[in-house]
C-alpha cells in the first residue's frame, strides 16, 4: 500500500519541484528533488505565454456545466433502470456498458459531423455536449448501484401515503443517494476537465480552448517543451480537481460507509 501511494504521489511532488525550478537547475543533467534556489518566474512566464485564465475558465465552465447536466438527467433514468428490471431495462443497461468500449477515435467523425450540421463547432455548448453523451453511460451504471441499495420498503411506504413516483424520487430516494450523486459528479467534472481530444478537434478559436489544449502550447515546434512554464501551468490545472476531492472526500467516504451497513 506504501509502494503504491508513493508511486501515485511522485509525479505530483515532481510537478510541484519542476514548477519552483529556476531554467539553471532544470539545464542540469541530474536535477535535485528540492529546488536550491525557489522562484516564482515560471509562473510569471505561463500567465506571459499563454491564456491561462481564460482556459481555466473555458474547462470550468465545460466540466461543472457537464456534470451538472449529467447528474440531472442519470438519476431518473438511474432509477427506472434500477426499479425495472424487465428486458428493456437489462438491454439498456447493456447497452450502456458497451458504449464504454469504443475508443474516441471511432466516434469523433460522426460527432463532428452531427455538430457541424447543429452549428456547434468551435463552441462551448458543442463541447458540453459531448462531454455529457460520453460520462453519462457511467453515471447512470454507478447511480443504478446507489439505487439497487435503497431498500423498495421506502418507495411502499411513500406509495401507501399517495406519493407518486415523481414526488417519491425528489423527496426520499434523491436525498439517500446525495453521496452517489456527489460522487458522479466528481468523476463527471474530472472527466471534463482533463479531456483533451474533443477538446482540440471541436474547438479551434483560441480564446475558446480549454486548459488541457492550451498546455500544448507550451511544446515549441520539434517537441521540445518550455520545463518550467509548463510545469507551472500543469500544477495550476491539476490544484482544481484536488482541491474539489479534498473538499468532498468526507462525504464520499461517509456514503459509502452508510451505504454498506444494513438496517
Known sequence: ???????????LFWLLSTAFKPPRELAT???GWIPD????DNFRQAFDEQPLLQAA???LIAAASAALISVLLATPMAYVMARH???????????????????????????????KNLRLIDSLPGLIMVYVVWSLPFALWMLAGY??????????????DGAGRLRTLVSIVAPLLAPGIV???????????????????LLKSPEKQTMPVVLTHFLGAEGVADLGPLAAAALLATLPSLVI???????????????AVKS
Do not use: D
Open 1 to 11: 500500500m506504501f509502494c503504491y501511494l508513493v508511486f501515485l504521489a511522485f509525479p
Open 29 to 31: 543533467v541530474h536535477p
Open 37 to 40: 534556489q525557489p522562484t516564482l
Open 57 to 59: 475558465a473555458n474547462s
Open 85 to 115: 428490471q424487465g428486458r428493456p431495462a437489462k438491454a439498456a443497461t447493456g447497452w450502456v456498458l458497451v458504449s464504454q468500449a469504443f475508443p474516441f477515435v471511432l466516434v469523433i467523425i460522426p460527432l463532428f459531423l452531427v455538430l
Open 147 to 160: 439505487v439497487k441499495a435503497v431498500p423498495p420498503e421506502l418507495e411502499e411506504a411513500a406509495a401507501v
Open 183 to 201: 460522487a458522479t459528479g466528481l468523476f463527471a467534472f474530472i472527466t471534463a476537465w482533463n479531456e483533451f481530444f474533443f477538446a482540440l478537434v
Open 245 to 259: 476531492f479534498a473538499l468532498i472526500q468526507r462525504r464520499i467516504t461517509g456514503g459509502m460507509l452508510t451505504g
